[in-house]
């Protein structure tokens, strides 16, 4: 055999030499990025204890750990992946010989990582998005039982987190907006329905028709099959039902009317200032504004925004079912 053919035997059957094309391609750059965030976590390590423990630490081993590194920001900026990992060796064992008494645990390192998660968390669910659960059919065919959506809490303004007091208020809702609220008669209940009536405003419902300052509130009859279920533990559809498009200020949105039930109407009611006239979209079975009142601004928790999960009910102890019970086509609907 040749020399050639045996280094080209050797190649083929040790693997020394990365592979061509674009899974090579792909290595190496993965390579790069793993050798990357490595030096760039022992840089930031290093400097932080430097910084923190300069009283503390002899000046010989500050050179030594300094000339490391720097040699760590030359492999970088050369991007050469061997000679960053050795450079990123070099400056973990001189941390691990000199400096380990301040390096951090991995325990410590993972339990920081996770505070500063459950923090983030925290922030995120106070003041800008908070996720909420459709737990009844009132807003039926907009949002059905089972559907999990994200409410933003920045829509109209801010609040103190666990509390009732604006700290900043820019806006108010608008007619046709999807609002979640602390219930008026229990702020540890909240309810979600449909913006109908601002203050000022005069609203009335006659024969399931909605009035608002003396106008019709325009609708159109949807002629297709409509049936449903607002019982959260069967899933069967039960109820006949009627299709409505409204049109609610800027605002097109579906509505369901119960013949068989009769309109649940109301009277013509003047909205107080600082408050709004809310309902449902299953005008005929939602417990809203007309049965207990207007909601103060004060109450509103935020807009529902999307839907990102859905599922309707099944037997808990059958996966297929349970799986088939999955709304797919909703995810990620916009609330409109």
Known sequence: ??????????????????????????????????????????????????????????????????????????????????????????????????????????????????????????????????????????????????????????????????????????????????????????????YIKRVVGLPGDAVEVRQGQLYVNGQEIRRERVRKPCHYSDDATSGVDDRDCEYWVETLGSKVHDTILEPARGPNDHPRTVIPAGEVFVMGDNRDNSYDSRKWGTVNMSLIKGRALIIWWSRGTSKSWDPVAWLQAIRWRRFFSVVK
């Open 1 to 190: 055999m040749s020399a050639t053919q045996g280094d080209l035997g050797e190649r083929r059957g040790g693997g020394t030499e990365p592979p061509a094309g674009f899974f090579g391609w792909w290595r190496r750059r993965s390579a790069l990025r793993r050798a990357q965030l490595e030096a760039r976590h022992l840089l930031k390590e290093a400097r932080r204890i430097l910084k923190k423990r300069a009283q503390q630490i002899p000046a010989a081993v500050t050179a030594t750990v300094r000339a490391a590194i720097q040699e760590v920001d030359d492999a970088m900026a050369s991007g050469d992946v061997e000679r960053m990992r050795k450079a990123n060796g070099m400056l973990d064992e001189a941390m691990d010989d000199h400096l380990s008494f301040a390096r951090k645990s991995t325990l410590r390192e993972y339990a920081e990582s996770i505070g500063v998660a459950i923090a983030v968390a925290l922030l995120l669910r106070a003041f800008v998005v908070e996720a909420f659960q459709i737990p009844s059919g009132s807003m039926i065919p907009t949002l059905e039982v089972g559907d999990h959506i994200f409410v933003s809490k920045f829509s109209y303004g801010l609040s103190i987190p666990f509390t009732d007091t604006k700290i900043l208020q820019y806006g108010q809702p608008a007619r046709g907006d999807v609002i979640v609220f602390k219930f008026p008669n229990d702020h540890s209940t909240d």
